[in-house]
Every structure is written in structure tokens, then in C-alpha cells.
């Protein structure tokens, strides 16, 4: 099993959306999945309500309770469990952090976004974890200048997941549904890129596995 946790200090740059969204594609794509809602809103915890899907379970869950939680899970068929976290309650990202294989930072291309990506990337880096940046909600022309120059901070300051995410009705649409932008239309661009990250994070996810085997050999 592997586990993503989706992080970041900043309110509204789409934790929650892309939880929802991501695990619908990797479901799609094979892989059985468990989210967690550790954030107080509830707002993926009320997403799940409202698709009411057994093969696609949401908890909410405690910092204290998250490691045994996970360690069961791993014992089970899940392949797959993503944590959503609060921006604010750090007890509870940092216990996704610590647990997580792989830590998703979504960051909006507005410099203040960046800047405050920056708190949660250095968190990260002195707990010794894994991490990407996602730029989400770019404008869907995609290639403006302000894009581009997020994109290239992004990139000094650690990898960026491919592809860029847009600002698009469909995730909120979605959201509103219980349902992830690949199903409200299997055709659309949100759609499509949401199967591209999926893919991009399945690779991501097997380099870390393989040099996880590497070190344990060298060990
Ligand atoms: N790619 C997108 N296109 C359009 N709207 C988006 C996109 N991503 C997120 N949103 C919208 O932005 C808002 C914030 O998203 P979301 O709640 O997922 O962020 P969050 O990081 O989980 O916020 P919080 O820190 O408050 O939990 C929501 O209204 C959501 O519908
Ligand atoms: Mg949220």
C-alpha cells in the first residue's frame, strides 16, 4: 500500500478537491483506495457522504489514531489511501507527513501562494519526507507568463508534478456531485488531466518504491 497526503498551510488552494478527484482516477485506473479527512471541515468526509460508495471509503481521523489506522489498512487489499489534511491544524499534518510515502503540496501560481508553500516545503524537508509540488487552479489558457514564472519557482524549490491543474467549473461541479471530474465527463480536459496526474503519480510513487529496495539492500 502506498500513501499520499496532500499538505500544505494555505486555505483553498484545493487539498481537498484533488483528494477527491485523484482517488476517483486511480480508482478508475485499478487501484483499490481509502481516503482519510483529517481536516475538521469535513469537507471530503461530506463528499463521501453525499457519493456513498463502499468501494471508495472516507474517514475522518485523528493524529493520535492515524498510524495504527494505516498499519491496518496495509494488511488489508487497500493499494492505495490518501490523507487530507486541515491547512491549520498542525498535529494532524504532521502526522499525515510522517506517515505519508509521498507528501502533495497544491499551490495556486500567485506569488503569496508560492511564499507559503514555501513554510509547509521546509516542514517537510526537516521531517526527511517526500514531496512534489502540484500547481492547481491556473488559468486554462495555462502557458500565461505568471504560470510559467510559478511553475519555474516551483521547480527551484523541488519537483512539480506534471501536468499543470486548471481552474475549471467541472471540479467544482464534481465536488458538488460526490463524484470525481472523470466521471461527470469522461471527455473533458479536467478529466483528462486528472488520468494524466494519476499516471504521473504512479510513476512518482514507483521510483520511491525502488529506492526504498535500493537502500535496504545497501543497508
Ligand atoms: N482546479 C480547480 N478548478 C476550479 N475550482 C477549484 C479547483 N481546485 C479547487 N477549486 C475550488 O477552490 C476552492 C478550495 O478548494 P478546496 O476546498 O479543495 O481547497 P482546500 O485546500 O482543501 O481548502 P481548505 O484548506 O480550506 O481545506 C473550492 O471551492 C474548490 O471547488
Ligand atoms: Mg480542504
Known sequence: ?????????????????????????????????????????????????????????????????????????????????IIDTPATETQASEAAIKAADLCIIPVRPTIFDIWSSETTRGKIKTMMKDYVFLLNQCPSSRETQRV???????????????????????????AREGMGVTEINEESPAAEEMRQLWTSLKKRLARLKAGDKQNKKAA
Open 1 to 81: 500500500m502506498r500513501t499520499i497526503a496532500l499538505v500544505t498551510q494555505k486555505g483553498g488552494s484545493g487539498k481537498s478537491t484533488l483528494a477527491a478527484c485523484l482517488a476517483v482516477a486511480a480508482q478508475e485506473a485499478g487501484e483499490r483506495v481509502f481516503l482519510f479527512d483529517m481536516d475538521p471541515q469535513k469537507s471530503l468526509l461530506k463528499w463521501g457522504a453525499r457519493r456513498n460508495d463502499k468501494e471508495l471509503p472516507v474517514e475522518a481521523i485523528s493524529a493520535a489514531k492515524l498510524p495504527t489506522a494505516l498499519a491496518t489498512l496495509a494488511k488489508g487489499n487497500v493499494t492505495l489511501t
Open 148 to 174: 510559467l514564472d510559478g511553475a519555474a519557482a516551483i521547480e527551484a524549490m523541488g519537483g512539480l508534478l506534471r501536468p499543470l491543474i486548471a481552474s475549471r467549473v467541472d471540479y467544482q461541479e464534481a
